[in-house]
């Protein structure tokens, strides 16, 4: 089944201990998201790719990056993870960024950080 | 600003019976879109049923139905004949022009609990 993937479903890091977390999709879809979930609130938008073009949300602090390296994998990158950004992180894709145009989800990255 | 508001933070209901999940929306841009999203548990965002702007007609899936008003600027969502495995965080999201198509905003989520 197309689908999209996250990997680690669970990830623990130590503050300030770079951390990489990885998204794939088998649904060729040109868009990939990065969400932030912390407990008990609603998603928050940090970035998409537009196909290779990067687009960052202005609230998104300098700590988080992202790389596309090619259509199926996008990777979130926090460089220096502080006690505030332990979080759900979820990915998403969809096919182009018509406002009909769906996100699908991930299961989620849920990173501790110590 | 575009806002969702969802304003039951928790609902319980007995096995089998009709729930609505109440979702209200404000952006001045005429053309958006409405999602709702089932999250379990585990975590996943599985997304359930979507209603354009301009839709004629209030959009249905299978158990799920939504309960458009526009003048009132409501999206309701709708399950038939509810299940346990309905148990879970729904989402409320929309997206329009004017903050940027890629963007999807949540409301805060109602938990809803299916009680046998």
């Not at chain 1, 992202?66 to 950004?85: E, K």
């Not at chain 2, 806002?3 to 404000?26: H, N, R, S, W």
């Not at chain 2, 038939?80 to 309905?86: I, K, M, P, T, V």
Request: overall charge neutral; glycine content about 6%; aromatic content about 12%.
């Amino acid at each position: 089944d197309a689908m999209v993937i996250q990997n680690p479903r669970y990830q623990v890091t130590q503050f300030g201990k770079p951390v990489t977390l990885s998204c794939s999709q088998t649904l060729n879809h040109n868009v990939m998201y990065w969400y932030q979930q912390k407990s008990s609130q609603a998603p928050k938008l940090l970035f998409h790719y537009y196909d290779k073009d990067f687009n960052n949300e202005a609230d998104t602090p300098d700590n988080f990056q992202s790389r596309r390296p090619n259509t199926s994998f996008c990777f979130l990158d926090i460089r220096s993870p502080g006690l505030g950004d332990a979080a759900m992180y979820l990915c998403a894709t969809s096919r182009d960024i018509r406002l009909r145009d769906t996100q699908y989800f991930g299961p989620g990255t849920r990173l501790t950080v110590l | 600003a575009q806002k969702i508001t969802q304003t039951q933070p928790g609902m319980f209901v007995q096995e089998k019976e009709a729930v609505t999940l109440d979702c209200t929306y404000d952006t001045s841009d005429p053309s958006y879109g409405l999602f709702w999203y089932k999250q379990p548990s585990s975590g996943e965002m599985i997304f359930l049923i979507y209603q354009g702007s301009y839709d004629q007609q209030n959009a249905t899936e299978g158990r799920y139905s939504l309960n458009f008003q526009k003048a009132r600027k409501s999206a309701n969502l709708v399950i038939s004949a509810s299940q346990l495995g309905d148990s879970a965080m729904y989402f409320c999201a929309m997206r329009d022009a004017i903050q940027g198509a890629q963007k999807l905003v949540f409301g805060q989520g109602t938990r809803l609990t299916i009680n046998p």
